[in-house]
């Protein structure tokens, strides 16, 4: 059976459908994230809404929505797409790379799918089975017959015209998954169109709904417990580059015997909670999750999300000192007496760390490269006994009134070089005895 939609009522729906979802994400409410929503927008103007009232109001219900989302005219011209379909291919501003304006499968269309969406679209074969799949219906949308869809196609679908037959478009239809090249790997999504029709049943345009070709089950155990401002972080180490940050490391001291006392599915729950809050931790504190090794983490507190190089370094000493303050939470859920926990922190400053994403088939990550984050280790491992280690170039980097927030004076700190340390391992007095540090958690012995 298939049940017509007016314009009116399809919108409604869209509406209902994006109210009741926006309703029950908790991370879309607050102040905190209308300021990352304002971020966003300052990085990126939204398109203008369509002319046409009725494909204006499906515009303003899919960028709400935050969709994947594309609106074509009567006439199969791209007329307007979501904020977040142009975030996909890395726009800011004002401009777009899509081809606004031209038709569906125009010359500027080809040029632009063989170009930046690269995938199956590269085969000469593969874009003309989707012209054939689809031409049936643009046939019987244009007006001037076959010579005027003739005219506005590019060449290379000119001698398909004559194979198709008109047929009118329906109220809905899917269309077979399409692929692109992301990160290096040809990916899927699968694409919805949507007809849309004026008050009196004319049609007034088309909706291309994309979706990852993950299910939304798996999208949403994916996705739905990340920070949104956390995503937006994101997107700045999306292309890597060289990158001023402050690098945190910690590590669980003497987790060995922990492991072996307690049984194996509990001691698996006491670290997942403990990752779950190192991440809020690092997350609140603007931070960037880095890998995970054991119980050991790594997070990097970039200057350019920060506002400036001290609030990076204050944002590093902030996540430090509540990710220790989280372990007594823990060890009460977890049953274990707070005196078997205790964490060793190393912070340094990486004045030209490259740091970007990596994206693969089974994970995404950030990571850095760099002597500063071996430096870093170095400076981890020698901070046994639950001490903070932060290195004198991280330190110097506060101003006065961050260090005031923090409660450190800076230019009262003595440091000991890590080769002087007591607890100084064999590889900091090898790879990095000269750097200076102090213990924040005592900084004026």
């Avoid at 074509?72 to 011209?77: F, K, L, Q």
């Avoid at 198709?164 to 919805?192: C, H, I, M, N, Q």
């Avoid at 509990?266 to 960037?288: E, Q």
Wanted: hydrophobic fraction near 45%; include cysteine; aromatic fraction near 6%.
């Amino acid at each position: 059976m298939v049940i017509r939609l007016s314009s009116r009522s399809l919108t409604f729906c869209v509406l209902v459908i994006c109210a009741r979802v926006l309703a029950r994400l908790p991370y879309l409410r607050g102040a905190r994230d209308r300021a990352i929503c304002a971020l966003v927008t300052d990085r990126l103007k939204s398109l203008p809404l369509p002319d046409d009232p009725n494909l204006a109001r499906w515009a303003s219900a899919l960028n709400d929505a935050g969709q994947w989302a594309q609106l074509y005219d009567s006439g199969w011209r791209l007329v307007w797409a979501t904020d977040e379909f142009r975030l996909t291919y890395g726009e800011k501003g004002a401009g777009t790379v899509l081809p606004i304006g031209f038709h569906l499968f125009s010359a500027q269309a080809t040029r632009f799918r063989v170009s930046v969406n690269r995938g199956g679209f590269v085969l000469p074969e593969v874009r003309r089975a989707r012209f054939l799949e689809i031409g049936p219906y643009l046939l019987a949308s244009t007006p001037g017959g076959r010579d005027e869809l003739r005219r506005v196609v590019d060449p290379e679908f000119a001698d398909l015209v004559d194979q198709l037959e008109p047929k009118d478009p329906p109220p809905v239809w899917p269309r077979p998954a399409l692929s692109a090249t992301v990160a290096g790997l040809e990916v899927f999504t699968l694409t919805t169109l949507f007809r849309i029709d004026d008050a009196h049943g004319r049609v007034a345009g088309f909706c291309s709904l994309s979706k990852p070709s993950a299910g939304m089950s798996q999208l949403a155990a994916a996705a739905q417990t990340v920070d949104r401002s956390y995503l937006e972080r994101m997107r700045a180490v999306e292309h890597a580059d060289r990158r001023p940050a402050a690098v945190l490391m910690a590590d669980l001291e003497a987790s060995s015997p922990l492991a072996r006392r307690l049984s194996t599915a509990r001691y698996f729950a006491f670290v997942r909670g403990l990752i779950r809050a190192w991440d809020r931790c690092i997350v609140d504190a603007g931070g960037i999750v880095g890998r995970h090794a054991g119980d050991g983490i790594v997070a990097f507190f970039l200057a350019e999300t920060a506002g400036s190089e001290s609030a990076a370094a204050k944002s590093s000493i902030i996540a430090a000192r509540s990710l220790r303050d989280s372990l007594t939470d823990i060890a009460a859920h977890s049953e274990i007496p707070p005196s078997e926990l205790s964490l060793r922190f190393g912070l340094h400053w990486g004045a030209t760390l490259y740091i970007g994403r990596i994206l693969t088939a089974g994970r995404s990550e950030v990571t850095a490269l760099g002597d500063e984050v071996n430096e870093t280790a170095r400076i981890e491992a020698c901070a046994t006994g639950g001490r903070t280690l932060a290195s004198k170039s991280l330190i110097e980097r506060l101003d006065r009134a961050d260090a005031a927030t923090l409660g450190i004076d800076p230019a009262r700190i003595t440091y000991s070089q890590l080769a002087d340390l007591d607890t100084a391992t064999d590889k900091a007095r090898r790879d990095a005895p000269a750097i200076a540090v102090c213990d924040i958690n005592n900084p004026d012995p």
